[in-house]
């Protein structure tokens, strides 16, 4: 079964940077994606890997500033985040996929970690 383990959340102040891992065993042959949740708010798409890690995606708001990665050897998702801001806080959800292939949907996605917190505040 597939486990997911995310980590690497804290607080930072604006324009600062974090990392978030995720552990990702037996995902060799899954998209993956991170998704964050902020309070009040819906979960959205932060940015999408396929399988091999040769096709991202992101959501408009992080292009530029986020960057998500996948070691295939090692079978770990990472996000690195720089030029945070206060609306990047939010819990920071590591997912995954029964495809090859992106999707838009936190329903398309069928593996979830348990979250990292992500603070940005001054």
């Known amino acids: 079964q597939l486990q997911l383990v995310e980590s690497g959340g804290g607080l930072v102040q604006p324009g600062g940077s974090l990392r978030l891992s995720c552990a990702a065993s037996?995902?060799?042959?899954?998209?993956m994606a991170w998704f964050r949740q902020a309070p009040g708010m819906e979960r959205e798409r932060v940015a999408c890997?396929?399988?091999?890690?040769?096709?991202?995606d992101y959501v408009d708001s992080v292009k530029g500033r986020f960057t998500i990665s996948k070691d295939i050897t090692k079978d770990m998702l990472y996000l690195q985040m720089d030029s945070l801001k206060p609306e990047d806080t939010g819990v920071y959800y590591c997912?995954?996929?029964?495809?090859?292939?992106?999707?838009?949907?936190?329903?398309?996605?069928?593996?979830w970690g348990q979250g990292t917190q992500v603070t940005v505040s001054s």
């Open positions: 997912a995954a996929r029964r495809s090859t292939w992106c999707a838009a949907k936190s329903s398309d996605f069928h593996f």
């Open positions: 037996g995902s060799r042959f899954n998209a």
């Open positions: 890997v396929n399988s091999d890690g040769r096709y991202t």
